[in-house]
């Protein structure tokens, strides 16, 4: 691959709002899986653990997440941010913005936006959904290690034509997903990745989030 391919790949790389149903081959899976298992971590301790839903299993847990949602409380396993400020507020902002301009949710209509945050919990309708937990005692850095994992396996996916996006939104549900998916206590679920094929057509795919140039990301020392 070559540099410009691989910078294709990132840039064409985005987080699906809208699925069709179609379901992945399992194959293609499998392949995604094996090349996202090839992320670094710290002394190769592969700290990721993965459950994935497939048919019926994803119908099934997108609805009892949406019980869950409607009649009980948020209680992530990972402590969410206290605070967005400055640069990284604005670009929240932003983020959001766009995509309500996209789906025509008008500022103020708090009826609308919460519409919209309510496809979060049903999986914005994905075929497929990943859960991405690691174990508690290697602590953040095993929630580091994971993040190259889950940046790994949305690559391996849009290689293969397959839209993903990872989803914090999910894991602040933690407690019902250890008790739905069976995950040992001793283990933190970190985020969910939803994927499947993209409805191009939807409008919630019809923006593009903006990266911030290195002048404001790098300081140069010699």
Known sequence: M???ELDRLLSERH??????PDPVPKAHIEQILTSASRAPSWCNAQPWDIVITSGEETDAFRTALQNEVATGAPKPDLPFPTAYNGVYQARRRDCGWALYEAVG????????SARQMMENFALFGAPHCAIISSPADLGPYGAMDCGGFVM????AAKALGV??????????YGAFLHRYFDIPDD???????SFGYSDAEHPANGFRTERAGLDEIVSWVG
Do not use: K
């Not at 987080?15 to 069709?20: E, L, T, V, W, Y």
């Not at 949710?105 to 609308?112: F, I, P, Q, S």
């Open 15 to 20: 987080s699906c709002r809208a699925f069709r």
């Open 2 to 4: 070559t540099p410009s």
């Open 187 to 193: 283990r933190l679920i970190l985020c969910a990745i």
């Open 152 to 155: 790994a396996f949305t690559l």
């Open 105 to 112: 949710v008008e500022r103020g209509d708090r009826a609308g």
């Open 163 to 172: 839209a993903t996006i990872p989803q914090a939104a999910v894991a602040s």
